[in-house]
């Protein structure tokens, strides 16, 4: 988990937030042990932004990874307490690629870390068992 949360915090760094300045990383951990790493990234247009976790699945998916284990994100503005929980749309990515149940979510605000299941921040999560 540690491994998890310090590649989040690495890749905190590369992030692109000219507009917001809250930066965010990301790492995601497939189930077998590869890490795929994302940062966000901003775009003067708003809608066209990624958030990290996006940007770590796609990359992983990208490249043919189906299966994953937990994400960390490091996200906090400067100065301020709290942890970024992945928004809403990360959620429902984070559906379709994994098992809610199983999958975790640790956060970090760069000190301290909580881990949740992904049933537990999306219950009731639309996936592909709804289409079945």
């Known amino acids: 988990m540690q491994a998890l949360v310090d590649a989040a915090i690495l890749a905190r760094e590369s992030a692109y937030a000219p507009y917001s300045g809250f930066k965010v990383g990301a790492a995601l951990l497939t189930s077998e042990g590869k890490i795929y790493t994302g940062c966000n990234i901003e775009n003067a247009a708003y809608s066209p932004s990624n958030c990290a976790e996006r940007t770590a699945f796609f990359k992983a998916v990208s490249e043919g990874e189906r299966d994953f284990a937990a994400v960390a994100v490091a996200g906090w503005a400067e100065g301020k307490?709290?942890?970024?929980?992945?928004?809403?749309?990360?959620?429902?990515?984070?559906m379709e690629f994994c098992r809610p149940e199983t999958f975790l979510i640790y956060v970090t605000d760069g000190s301290r870390v909580c881990e949740k299941p992904l049933a537990e921040l999306l219950p009731e999560g639309f996936g592909r068992g709804n289409l079945q």
């Open 81 to 94: 307490e709290g942890f970024a929980w992945p928004c809403g749309v990360c959620r429902q990515v984070m």
